[in-house]
């Protein structure tokens, strides 16, 4: 049986990875520093290992007898990153610098790592291919593109999947893994808590868009595992690949209020405000990469991730 080391594997994503490679026998060491993940997400079957990434002894414990590595653990808020960018230099790439060091000590020559579109910073173009030029604008994306660098420098058999915008939940047979972050920025967790009292804000409405608000592509939690899980199998040996994980199509914030009222059969009180700052207008994957490689395509539409996040909010 394969035993995989998953860091972050408390974290929104981590935790419903490692439920996912539970249900599919593989054997699940999580290493979590608990700093924004949850005890209480891990799967029962799997081991917590409570530790750093910046604790080089520590990740040689939890690395030992894996024969692969999903890394999900780092600081992942990009407003948060302008305010600490040396936070982000420290845990992200710094950390993962140990986890390569720790995953050389052991042996273990199989990586997936999650990284994310902030390394390509305001397209030229969309869809976004992995060719495209990656020249993130926050702190975030620039520690995410970072480590994509020192992965493809230590040579070992890896891929990084860079995520677009991840959205709905899984149910785990600890219940629904969700998005537990405060405050929260995410588009759909905030229309899903909009109210009356609290309306949503919809940040900028005039936007070079076909209705003047943002555009993103919407992947559910889901199919991103299924694709690590294909990633994992499919690997080259010693060689570094970037796949983009999205839907392939973008939704306006409009069009996932409409969704959502759909979804939910009520309105979704909403307000125009202000830009934020350091978005992009359009952000779409290309995933012709993705479908070749993995011969991965995403099942879950858009009405399934309001619908799933729905729940997974009822904890
Ligand atoms: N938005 C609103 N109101 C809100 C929240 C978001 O209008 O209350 C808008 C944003 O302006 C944006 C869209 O909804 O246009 C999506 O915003 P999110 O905050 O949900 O997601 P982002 O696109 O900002 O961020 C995502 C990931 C980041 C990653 C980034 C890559 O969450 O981790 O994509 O660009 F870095």
Redesign the pocket.
Known sequence: MTRILVTGGAGYIGSTATAILCDRGYEVVVFDDLSTGHSDSVDARATLAIGSLLDPDALRSAAAGCQAVIHFAGK?L?GESVEKPDLYRHVNIDGSQNLLDAMKIHGIDRLVFSS???TYGQPLDNPITEESVATPTNP??ASKLSVDNLIAASGISAISLRY???AGSHQGSNGWLSERHDPE????P?VLKSSVENP?????TDWETKDG??I?DYVHVVDLIEAHILALKNLTPHQHQIINLGSGSGYS?REVISAAEKVLGRTVPAVESPR?EG??AT?VASIKKAKSILNWQPERNLEAMISDTAKSQVR
Request: hydrophobic share 45%.
């Open positions: 992942s990009v994310s579109a902030a975030y994306g677009f915008n991840v920025t995410h588009l759909i905030n949503l804000k919809i940040f900028g608000t943002c993103r914030v934020r978005d992009p952000l």
